[in-house]
């Protein structure tokens, strides 16, 4: 981030700066749809807009500044001045202007020019397209683990961690039909009967497999596209930073109805998601820490069980020993036993099991 964020701010300085603001304006009337930013809808495409959707997560703020910012004003700077050189070549070297042609070949300097102005222009795009690249590769601890398969033609959605399985979307019935989705005020081709639901704010692990063919899941405000493999396990991770419902659509080829498998996510409160969890027969992070915390006492309450059954055995022949009723190979069998449970009771209880055993050869004395 360092790096990064040094040359943005630098960046920034300089498109403040008078000389570059008449670059800006240009590529801001050529970004006409910048103004139609402020009223498009959250997580879902709006009329006549031309811009990307609004970013629900960092990620995709980020693929949006290093669009705006590096890739738009190169590519525009780079189609003007061709379309320059071509007009003025037009103009100025046409039959009219020039009728005797000169005929040489080979300019040094141009060539070393177009040769190092273009892997220049490159190398400073890789700077900033690696930087992202890492940052969607570099995933921090997930507090959600999610997977969606695709299906011919909808999706499947697990969570694997939380015991929530096989929710399955389909394109709404009502969705499909576009009058009828005017009047329900929905959108058209992309509302399903079940969806995805996830807590805002926090961070999600996304898995992605296929079932039959390869399909891509993809949700354009999370600026996350991801194929669905079968046989692969594709993964990425977006945290979702405003509560509300975002649309997408399979994003690969997948046959007739590819068209027709949308993707709808609903970004809830950690309450709201809780409630969700446990409604679909799951547990939360919660309840499932509860379980664990309650498994490891009983293990450890077993285990301290089995620790003093086994000081009764060692104990039993010791007592034996000190009648003198006791042979050497009960003696040995016994605290044979003793050794080999006192491992595992060491483990998980702090008390052990084998520091009774010496007093019991004492006592034979
Ligand atoms: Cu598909």
Same mark, same amino acid.
């Given at each position: 981030?360092?790096?990064?964020?040094?040359?943005?701010?630098?960046?920034?300085?300089?498109?403040?700066?008078?000389?570059?603001?008449?670059?800006?304006?240009?590529?801001?009337?050529? $970004?006409?749809?910048?103004?139609?930013?402020?009223?498009?809808?959250?997580?879902?495409?709006?009329?006549?807009?031309?811009?990307?959707?609004?970013? $629900?997560?960092?990620?995709?703020?980020?693929?949006?500044?290093?669009?705006?910012?590096?890739?738009?004003?190169?590519?525009?700077?780079?189609?003007?001045?061709?379309?320059?050189?071509?007009?003025?070549? /037009?103009?100025?070297?046409?039959?009219?202007?020039?009728?005797?042609?000169?005929?040489?070949?080979?300019?040094?300097?141009?060539?070393?020019?177009?040769? /190092?102005?273009?892997?220049?222009?490159?190398?400073?795009?890789?700077?900033?397209?690696?930087?992202?690249?890492?940052?969607?590769?570099?995933?921090?601890?997930?507090?959600?683990?999610?997977?969606?398969?695709?299906?011919?033609?909808?999706?499947?959605?697990?969570?694997?961690?939380?015991? /929530?399985?096989?929710?399955?979307?389909?394109?709404?019935?009502? *969705? $499909?039909?576009?009058?009828?989705?005017? !009047?329900?005020?929905?959108?058209?081709?992309?509302?399903?009967?079940?969806?995805?639901?996830?807590?805002?704010?926090?961070?999600?692990?996304?898995?992605?497999?296929?079932?039959?063919?390869?399909?891509?899941?993809?949700?354009?405000?999370?600026?996350?596209?991801?194929?669905?493999?079968?046989?692969?396990?594709?993964?990425?991770?977006?945290?979702?930073?405003?509560?509300?419902?975002?649309?997408? %659509?399979?994003?690969?080829?997948?046959?007739?109805?590819?068209?027709?498998?949308?993707?709808?996510?609903?970004?809830?409160? %950690?309450?709201?998601?809780?409630?969700?969890?446990?409604?679909?027969?799951? @547990?939360? @992070? $919660?309840?499932?820490?509860?379980?664990?915390?309650? +498994?490891?006492?009983?293990?450890?309450?077993?285990?301290?069980?089995?620790?003093?059954?086994?000081? %009764?055995?060692?104990?039993?022949?010791?007592?034996? *020993?000190?009648?003198?009723?006791?042979?050497?190979? +009960?003696?040995?069998?016994?605290?044979?036993?003793?050794?080999?449970?006192?491992?595992?009771?060491?483990?998980?209880?702090?008390?052990?099991?084998?520091?009774?055993?010496?007093?019991? +050869?004492? !006592?034979?004395?």
């Amino acid at each position: 981030m360092g790096i990064k964020g040094l040359f943005r701010r630098g960046l920034k300085k300089l498109l403040s700066g008078t000389a570059a603001k008449a670059v800006v304006a240009a590529t801001a009337v050529l $970004a006409v749809p910048a103004i139609a930013f402020a009223q498009d809808l959250v997580g879902q495409p709006t009329d006549k807009s031309m811009n990307w959707q609004p970013a $629900a997560t960092s990620l995709k703020g980020e693929t949006i500044w290093f669009y705006n910012a590096i890739l738009f004003p190169i590519i525009t700077a780079i189609c003007v001045l061709v379309l320059g050189l071509l007009l003025w070549i /037009v103009v100025r070297y046409n039959k009219r202007a020039n009728p005797v042609a000169r005929k040489f070949s080979h300019n040094t300097v141009i060539e070393v020019l177009w040769t /190092v102005l273009p892997v220049a222009v490159l190398v400073f795009i890789a700077f900033f397209s690696l930087s992202l690249l890492r940052d969607y590769n570099d995933m921090p601890t997930p507090d959600v683990v999610v997977k969606a398969t695709g299906n011919q033609w909808y999706w499947t959605y697990d969570y694997p961690e939380l015991g /929530v399985s096989d929710v399955e979307a389909r394109l709404l019935p009502d *969705a $499909a039909d576009l009058k009828k989705a005017h !009047a329900k005020n929905i959108p058209y081709l992309l509302e399903t009967d079940n969806y995805m639901v996830l807590p805002v704010d926090k961070v999600i692990h996304i898995e992605t497999t296929g079932s039959d063919v390869i399909h891509s899941w993809t949700v354009p405000a999370f600026g996350v596209k991801i194929d669905a493999i079968p046989g692969r396990l594709n993964n990425g991770w977006f945290k979702v930073n405003k509560i509300g419902t975002y649309y997408g %659509q399979c994003s690969e080829l997948c046959g007739k109805d590819h068209a027709f498998m949308p993707i709808e996510v609903k970004v809830v409160s %950690q309450a709201d998601f809780d409630a969700w969890v446990i409604k679909n027969g799951g @547990k939360t @992070k $919660a309840m499932l820490a509860a379980d664990a915390a309650a +498994s490891a006492s009983s293990a450890a309450a077993s285990s301290s069980a089995a620790a003093a059954a086994s000081i %009764q055995a060692a104990a039993t022949p010791a007592a034996g *020993a000190a009648t003198g009723s006791a042979t050497a190979s +009960s003696s040995n069998s016994a605290s044979a036993g003793a050794s080999s449970s006192a491992p595992t009771a060491g483990k998980t209880a702090p008390k052990p099991a084998s520091a009774p055993a010496a007093p019991a +050869s004492a !006592a034979a004395h």
